[in-house]
């Protein structure tokens, strides 16, 4: 019985060391929830891609390139012909007779471009076929003073885009904006330097003064002119 007491108060002690769990307030368990609860995704980024710039790097590639997702324009089924591109500016260099075409992409899957070239009511001319990423093409062997008519083609697996028939092409005179695939462009005549001007001035001008020194040479035959009567010596006083 001895060892009772002795017994009874080492169990007090061991029961006494044992930490009490106590219960987190309110605040607690929110702010723990707070932090167990994930952040909101970053918000999107989009792609580096410009529809309208000369050899674009196809979106689906910067994609995959990029250290981080970024999203790319909605396109079309592949399944489908492409949307018509959209005709951009058109500079005309008169000095060489040549232009140069700009255009940006449709949005839709584009496996190549080719340019249509009309003069007037004349046949249409059919370019090469360009590269899916080129925007731009120059044009050369243009009449000086003549009138086209250009037009933009996208195509892929599926078909080609759409062109306007000959005289719908919807623009409302040369060298309008155009919005659609086509465009007119109108080649201005070759410019003419300041020597060929004064040359040209200079040669009529001498022309000119020959007609009128035969001219009057002719009347001056043909109908004579009154001589004045010699003037006869005086005798010497």
């Given at each position: ?171 409302e005179g040369v060298g309008g904006p155009a919005f659609g695939p086509c465009g007119r462009l109108a080649v201005p005549p ?36 009154p001589h004045r009567p010699a003037s006869q010596p005086t005798a010497g006083l």
């Open positions: 019985m001895l060892g009772s007491p002795c017994l009874l108060w080492l169990l007090a002690v061991t029961f006494s060391l044992v930490p009490t769990t106590r219960p987190l307030a309110p605040q607690a368990l929110k702010e723990e929830e707070e932090d167990e609860t994930p952040g909101p995704p970053p918000p999107a980024v989009l792609c580096d891609y410009d529809s309208c710039r000369h050899l674009q790097v196809p979106c689906r590639e910067l994609q995959r390139a990029g250290p981080k997702a970024c999203l790319c324009p909605g396109l079309s089924s592949p399944a489908q012909p492409p949307a018509p591109p959209r005709l951009g500016e058109v500079h005309v260099v008169a000095e060489d007779s040549s232009a140069v075409v700009h255009w940006c992409a449709p949005s839709s899957p584009v496996h190549q471009y080719w340019l249509l070239l009309r003069e007037g009511s004349g046949a249409t001319q059919k370019g090469p076929p360009l590269n899916s990423t080129v925007r731009q093409a120059e044009l050369k062997g243009l009449k000086p003073g003549g009138v086209y008519v250009v037009c933009v083609v996208a195509a892929n697996g599926a078909g080609e885009s759409s062109v306007p028939p000959a005289g719908a092409e919807g623009l070759r410019p003419v330097t300041l020597v060929h001007t004064a040359v040209g001035v200079g040669t009529v001008l001498a022309l000119l003064t020959c007609s009128a020194l035969v001219w009057h040479f002719c009347l001056r035959e043909r109908w004579g002119c």
